[in-house]
């Protein structure tokens, strides 16, 4: 059974940083198949896509965070990450992650808190 599991957030002021990560089990070798992405939902608001990164490594971002969000993927360590920079107010939600090749699988997900 894949599981996904999130850790990093926090309260952070803003202009700070936070790097969230999802560590994957019950996926074994195949993980390096999977696209992995990072949404998050606000209080009130519907689920964005933040970020993804395939197989082969290629990235794309939500136009609200080019040029300050960058996701990574370690496949021997099964965890994607995602390091956060100049956050804002507005990045405050809930960030989850998931797991998706033949079937899509979601982490519980990790409160993210910009505030001063």
């Known amino acids: 059974q894949v599981q996904l599991v999130e850790s990093g957030g926090g309260l952070v002021q803003p202009g700070g940083s936070l790097r969230l990560s999802c560590a994957a089990s019950?996926?074994?070798?195949?993980?390096?198949?999977?696209?992995m992405r990072w949404y998050r939902q606000a209080q009130g608001k519907e689920r964005e896509l933040v970020a993804a990164?395939?197989?082969?490594?290629?990235?794309n971002y939500a136009d609200s965070v080019k040029g300050r969000f960058t996701i990574s993927r370690d496949n021997a360590k099964k965890t994607v990450y995602i390091q956060m920079n100049s956050l804002k107010p507005e990045d405050t939600a809930v960030y989850s992650c998931s797991a998706a090749w033949t079937s899509e699988h979601w982490g519980q997900g990790i409160q993210v808190t910009v505030s001063s």
């Open positions: 990164i395939t197989s082969a490594g290629s990235t």
């Open positions: 019950g996926i074994g070798f195949s993980f390096r198949l999977y696209t």
